[in-house]
């Protein structure tokens, strides 16, 4: 059982800036794919960045030039930089990770989420 833990949502001017961060009760630099979702009010979870386990990085892609996914100097946290930000980004923001190699396998484990509210 790993367990996550989302921060580093608020509210945020649009145009402003966050970084989210997901910290694992567990190590999940290796072995493990590590996904950041969204789910805004109505509409269905979606993906909008993961890592795998290899390192390699794929986006949602009208998503990709605003956000970044990186894994953090520990290895219990992977961090997504959010730029630019919309009213439309405006979601419940979660973390799942799954221990393969494949940033096409659903996240076994899920954080409770960490609201990003964008409004000016």
């Known amino acids: 059982q790993v367990e996550l833990e989302e921060s580093g949502g608020g509210l945020v001017q649009p145009g402003g800036s966050l970084t989210l961060s997901c910290e694992a009760s567990?190590?999940?630099?290796?072995?493990?794919?590590v996904s950041w979702y969204r789910q805004a009010p109505g509409k269905q979870r979606a993906r909008v960045a993961c890592?795998?386990?290899?390192?390699?990085?794929d986006y949602d892609a009208s998503l990709k030039d605003r956000f970044t996914i990186a894994r953090g100097s520990g290895q219990n946290t992977v961090v997504l930089y959010i730029d630019v930000l919309k009213p439309e980004d405006t979601a419940v923001y979660y973390c799942?990770?799954?221990?393969?190699?494949?940033?096409?396998?659903?996240?076994?484990?899920w954080g409770q989420g960490t609201q990003v509210t964008v409004s000016s």
């Open positions: 799942g990770v799954v221990r393969s190699g494949s940033c096409y396998s659903t996240p076994t484990y």
């Open positions: 567990e190590s999940i630099s290796s072995r493990y794919s």
């Open positions: 890592i795998n386990s290899f390192g390699l990085i």
